[in-house]
C-alpha cells in the first residue's frame, strides 16, 4: 500500500470519481425506490381503510358484533383488526436486493437494467389481535406476505398460498390500487383461515407466575403457521430486511 505522502493528484481525483459515480447511480436509484416504496405504502393505506369501511357495511346489518377496523399506528405501519386477527403491516426503511437466482432476478427485465436490483419492501404479519391487547410477548406471528417494489414502480409479491402471485417477471406487475387492494384481500383471507390450535392438555398441565402476571393463559390456542406458495417464491429466512 503506497504511504499516504506519495498518493498522486490523479489517483485522489480518480477515488473521488468512484465515489462520486457510485452516489450518482446506486445511491441516487435507492433513494427514488425508498420514494416509490413510501407512495406503495401510502396506496396500501388507502385501500385498507376503504375495504374496511366496505366490509362493515355488509357486516353491519348482518352481525354488528363483528367489528373490524383499521388502525395506523405511525408513517411506517398499521394495522387492520377482524374478529380475532390482526394483520400488520410495515415500512422499511432499507433497500435490499437479492442473490442472482432468486425470484425475479435472473429475468431479462431484470438483467437489462441493474436499478432494478434493488427493491423498496413492505412486510404483512398475521397476529392473534388479542396478543396486542393483553401484551402476550411470547405469542408468535406469523409472515403473510412480503411486497418488494422497484425502480420503476413495478412490484413483486411472494408468501403464503392464498395470496394471487404475480409472475417471476416483473415487467408487467405495475402497482396499482386494484393491485395493492388484491393484496390486503388475500392476506386477509389467509388470515380468516388460520385457525386456533389448542395445545394438548400434557402441555399445559404447568404455568409460571411469570405467565400468570404477563396475562399467558396456557389453555390459549396458537396459529398453525402458513404453508408458502413455492420454495422460488417464499424463501424468506435468511435474507436481508
Known sequence: MPHIDSVTPEAVTERLTLIFEGLRQKSTAKQAIYRNTIAAFDLLRKVSQELVVELSRKLTPVDASVVIEYRPVNEMEFHIRFSGDL?????????????????????????????????????????????????????????????????DNHYFLEGVQQLEMPDLDMSDNFLTSDAMKLFVESAMIAAVNNDLIAPPLPEIQKITVKQKIENQQVSRGSKVGFSFYSQQHSNIDGLPY
Open 87 to 151: 394483520l400488520v403491516f410495515v415500512l422499511h426503511s432499507n433497500i435490499v436486493t437479492f442473490p442472482d437466482t432468486y425470484g425475479p432476478m435472473p429475468t431479462a427485465y431484470v438483467e437489462e437494467d441493474f436499478r432494478r436490483r434493488f427493491f423498496g419492501h413492505i412486510m404483512a404479519y398475521n397476529f392473534m389481535a388479542d396478543s396486542i391487547k393483553y401484551q402476550r410477548l411470547n405469542d408468535p406471528g406469523y409472515l403473510v406476505g412480503r411486497l418488494l417494489i422497484n425502480i
